[in-house]
């Protein structure tokens, strides 16, 4: 069924299986008539009957829908993914707690330690290349987090951090 959605309504196929799953599920069931609007339900429906041509079309529309919805809520998640480095960087400031800079020590030294061994062709020999790119490419995660936690993150987002400002409503 997945495959099927994904091939038809990519997007939607896509956030099914994803934490967006509930939401896309809305969306189908609301378009095929399904009363209950979870992924299970929706799945269920998906792979009890045959696809009709106004069924898919139907998805097609329901596609369409969640892109809208979407693009109206972008703004909604940068304001959660900034509030959320905001009240992280406030607590450092008022408590200087020592586990961000402990975290932020330990990060950058097996990252610096990875990143050495591999620059000098000093990785061991029954290192497993899958496991080995999972480890980097998680303690590269964790370095950009640690930088953005430290010293916020790039232009763009200081020009969405505008934008947000913009948007928010002065209180009086």
């Known amino acids: 069924m997945n495959d099927f959605l994904k091939t038809l309504a990519p997007m939607l196929g896509t956030a099914i299986a994803g934490p967006f799953g509930g939401i896309a599920?809305?969306?189908?069931?609301?378009?095929?008539?399904?009363?209950?609007?979870?992924?299970?339900?929706?799945?269920?429906?998906?792979?009890?009957?045959?696809?009709?041509?106004?069924?898919?079309?139907?998805?097609?529309?329901?596609?369409?829908?969640f892109k809208k919805w979407c693009a109206e809520n972008q703004l909604k998640k940068e304001q959660l993914t900034y509030d959320d480095r905001k009240s992280a960087r406030e607590m450092q400031t008022a408590n200087r707690a020592l586990t961000p800079a402990i975290l932020?020590?330990?990060?950058?030294?097996?990252?610096?330690t990875f990143e050495g061994l591999m620059l000098f062709s000093q990785m061991p020999k029954p290192a497993n290349d899958i496991v080995l790119?999972?480890?980097?490419?998680?303690?590269?995660s964790a370095?950009?987090?640690v930088l953005a936690f430290w010293f916020g993150s790039s232009h763009q987002e200081q020009t969405k951090t505008e934008m947000l400002h913009q948007s928010t409503p002065i209180q009086s």
Do not use: Y
């Not at 599920?25 to 045959?50: D, H, Y």
């Not at 932020?104 to 610096?112: E, Q």
């Open 104 to 112: 932020t020590w330990i990060v950058v030294a097996l990252c610096m």
């Open 143 to 145: 370095l950009m987090m």
């Open 133 to 140: 790119g999972r480890v980097l490419g998680t303690l590269d």
């Open 25 to 65: 599920a809305t969306f189908i069931a609301e378009k095929l008539g399904i009363p209950e609007k979870t992924v299970t339900a929706v799945t269920e429906a998906l792979n009890s009957e045959k696809i009709t041509p106004d069924q898919a079309a139907a998805i097609k529309l329901a596609e369409l829908d």
